[in-house]
């Protein structure tokens, strides 16, 4: 089964960018159809967006669509998911996590492997 962990994570200002990545391991990455969350504090764990197998196919939250972008590097057995534009509203704990189906991507109960986590903060 494989182990993820997550990096990246900061403290920024509004308007600035990050990417997190997601290392894998014990597992093959490419197998594995691979999501993004987050988790406010007080609130539960949204979907973010996720991305297929291969990397053809994508797809993100309304809130985040067109300022974030997930991607994957399934050689270095690692994805990224690039944050534009941050806002305070961005701050939480993000998460990744693979599932060999893709079906139903939103739903966080549909991942069988997670990381632990890497909080981002975005300061006003």
């Known amino acids: 089964q494989v182990q993820l962990v997550e990096s990246g994570g900061g403290l920024v200002q509004a308007g600035d960018s990050l990417r997190l990545a997601c290392g894998a391991s014990?597992?093959?990455?490419?197998?594995?159809?691979m999501g993004w969350f987050r988790q406010a504090p007080g609130k539960e764990r949204d979907f973010v967006a996720a991305i297929s197998r291969t990397g053809g196919t994508t797809y993100y939250a309304d809130s985040v669509k067109g300022r974030f972008t997930i991607s994957r590097d399934n050689p270095k057995n690692t994805g990224y998911l690039q944050l534009n534009s941050l806002n305070p509203d961005a701050t939480a704990v993000y998460y990744c996590?693979?599932?060999?189906?893709?079906?139903?991507?939103?739903?966080?109960?549909?991942?069988?492997?997670w990381g632990q986590g890497t909080q981002v903060t975005v300061s006003s």
């Open positions: 014990r597992g093959t990455f490419g197998q594995y159809n």
């Open positions: 996590a693979a599932s060999r189906l893709l079906s139903r991507y939103n739903h966080f109960a549909s991942y069988a492997y």
